[in-house]
Nanobody
Framework: QLVESGGGLVQAGGSLRLSCAAS????????MGWFRQAPGKEREFVVA????????YLADSVKGRFTISRDNAKNTVYLQMNSLNPEDTAVYYC???????????????????WGQGTQVTVSS
């Protein structure tokens, strides 16, 4: 089970840190990803990290602003979001994949487990 937290309302230019806590099993061998879905839009890839945290993959729209990290001892993944803008408003989901091909980590179908999502709202 994956449970996201840390969402909320923030002004443009502000920051938020989302957390994704895993329970029921260890995800230390899984790659982890964050996706988001804005109102009226399809869910889109945001960022992924490999099992060790040593390699990360970001969507162009968040490069330079978002950072993903993980603490396997705590079975938790973090998404640090800086310089937020209204276009970042969405429900953010974390997900876990056992897939080993990082080229596929931007695809939702690659993921085995999903959280319920946390709302992030950025006001202008």
């Amino acid at each position: 089970q994956l449970v996201e937290s840390g969402g909320g309302l923030v002004q443009a230019g502000g920051s938020l840190r989302l957390s994704c806590a895993a329970s029921g099993r260890t995800f230390s061998s899984y790659a982890m990803g964050w996706f988001r879905q804005a109102p009226g839009k399809e869910r889109e890839f945001v960022v992924a990290v490999n099992w060790s945290g040593g390699s990360t993959y970001l969507a162009d729209s968040v490069k330079g602003r978002f950072t993903i990290s993980r603490d396997n001892a705590k079975n938790t993944v973090y998404l640090q979001m800086n310089s937020l803008n209204p276009e970042d408003t969405a429900v953010y989901y974390c997900a876990a994949t056992s897939g080993l091909d990082s080229r596929l980590w931007s695809h939702q179908s690659e993921y085995d487990y999903w959280g319920q999502g946390t709302q992030v709202t950025v006001s202008s």
